[in-house]
C-alpha cells in the first residue's frame, strides 16, 4: 500500500492534467446534453438527452471524487510515510568516544550535583549530561523568534531524535521537527516561536530507538517575548 501511496504522489502533476482534460471534455458534453433536452419536441428524443446528462454528471462526479483522493494522498497520506521513515530507517552514525575516568581516591567524599535542568510536576524528565539533555535555550531562560536548539540525542539503541513544545498550562505537545542522526553537543535543530503567543512554554526532546518507541525524554522550561 505505501508503493502505491507514494506512486500516485510521484505523478500528481499529470493526474491532475489527466483528469482536467477529461472534465473539459464531458463538461462539453454535458452542455450539449442540456440544450439537447430543452430544444427536444419527442418523448424519446427528450429521454436519449437526459441519458446523456446523466452520463456526463456522473462522470464529472467521479473525476471530482478522484481529484480529492488524489490531493488526499499527495498532501497527507505520503508525507506522513516519509516522516515515519525516518523513525524506521535510522542513520548508524558511530558513538563518539569518552575519555576513561581514572581511579577514585580512597579517601573521596562523594557529593551530588543536581542536573541543572528542568523537574517539573507531572512532566517525566530525565536529563542526562552528553546522553539527553538541551543545553540551549537554558531552563527559565527568555527566548523570541528562531531559537536553535542545542543538546545531546545519543542514547542506547539509538534510533531518532525529535523535539516538541507546548504550554505551560495544558501540556499537549505538538512536535517541531525531528533527526536521524546522533548528536553530542551538538545543534539539533530549530524553534520558529514567533507565531506563538508570549507565555511559558516546556521544550521537550525526545529520544527513540531503533523500533521507533521512545526511550527518554528532557523537558525545559522557556518563557516566549513577543516582537521577536
Known amino acids: 500500500m505505501q508503493a502505491v501511496i507514494k506512486f500516485l504522489a510521484s505523478l500528481e502533476v499529470p493526474i491532475y492534467l489527466i483528469l482536467g482534460v ?15 433536452r430543452r430544444s427536444a419536441v419527442f418523448g424519446l428524443e427528450r429521454e436519449a438527452a437526459q441519458r446523456r446528462v446523466t452520463a456526463a454528471v456522473t462522470v464529472l462526479i467521479l473525476v471530482g471524487l478522484l481529484t480529492v483522493g488524489e490531493f488526499s494522498v499527495a498532501t497527507f497520506l505520503a508525507p506522513e510515510i516519509e516522516e515515519q521513515a525516518i523513525y524506521a530507517t535510522p542513520t548508524v552514525t558511530p558513538v563518539p568516544e569518552t575519555a576513561t575516568p581514572g581511579p577514585v581516591p580512597t579517601d573521596a567524599t562523594p557529593t551530588f550535583t543536581p542536573y541543572p535542568q528542568a523537574v517539573i510536576t507531572d512532566v517525566p524528565s530525565d536529563c542526562q549530561a552528553g546522553i539527553l539533555e538541551i543545553t540551549n535555550p537554558e531552563h527559565r531562560s527568555e527566548v523570541s523568534g528562531v531559537v536553535t536548539i542545542e543538546g545531546s ?18 501540556k499537549t505537545w505538538q512536535t517541531i521537527a525531528a533527526g536521524g542522526e546522533v548528536r553530542v553537543n551538538q545543534n539539533l535543530g530549530n524553534w520558529y516561536t514567533s507565531a506563538l503567543v508570549p507565555g511559558d512554554y516546556l521544550l521537550r526532546l525526545i529520544a527513540l530507538d531503533n523500533n521507533g518507541n521512545e526511550s527518554g525524554s528532557c523537558v525545559v522550561a522557556v518563557r516566549v517575548k513577543g516582537g521577536g
Do not use: C, M, Q
Open 22 to 36: 477529461v472534465a473539459v471534455i464531458y463538461l462539453r458534453r454535458l452542455t450539449i446534453a442540456l440544450d439537447e
Open 153 to 170: 540525542a545519543n542514547t542506547p539503541n539509538f534510533g531518532s531524535y525529535k523535539y516538541e513544545y507546548s504550554t505551560w498550562e495544558h
